[in-house]
């Protein structure tokens, strides 16, 4: 099993922005692409960003271009998901996965993590 352990989350007004990291392994991070993901009560989980293995090529999602970064911090072992302008609409349980097909939106099913909540309310 791939693991991976997400923290960062919480509750920030509309506007304001968060940090998330995603903690694995430097054989994973190594040698995969790396997601984030999130699901909201009643909607499907959705692909947000994603990284390479090499962290020169990157996806995101249209509802977050402009707004959200990803980045590979190696010597910490983390993927952050730097999260700015944060709509009410961006609240969910945000997940990170590693990806099976390149930065094409495509979590490995066996490596889920607990993920974590971001709730944006004021």
């Known amino acids: 099993q791939l693991q991976l352990v997400e923290s960062g989350g919480g509750l920030v007004q509309p506007g304001g922005s968060l940090r998330l990291s995603c903690t694995a392994s430097?054989?994973?991070?190594?040698?995969?692409?790396i997601g984030w993901f999130r699901q909201a009560p009643g909607k499907e989980r959705e692909g947000v960003s994603c990284?390479?293995?090499?962290?020169?090529?990157?996806n995101y999602a249209d509802s977050v271009k402009g707004r959200f970064s990803i980045s590979r911090d190696n010597a910490k072992s983390t993927v952050n998901l730097q999260m700015n302008s944060l709509k009410p609409e961006d609240t969910a349980m945000y997940y990170c996965?590693?990806?099976?097909?390149?930065?094409?939106?495509?979590?490995?099913?066996?490596?889920w993590g607990q993920g974590t909540q971001v709730t944006v309310s004021s």
């Open positions: 990284i390479s293995s090499s962290g020169h090529s990157t």
């Open positions: 430097p054989f994973i991070l190594a040698n995969y692409a």
């Open positions: 996965a590693v990806n099976g097909i390149g930065t094409i939106f495509s979590p490995k099913s066996d490596s």
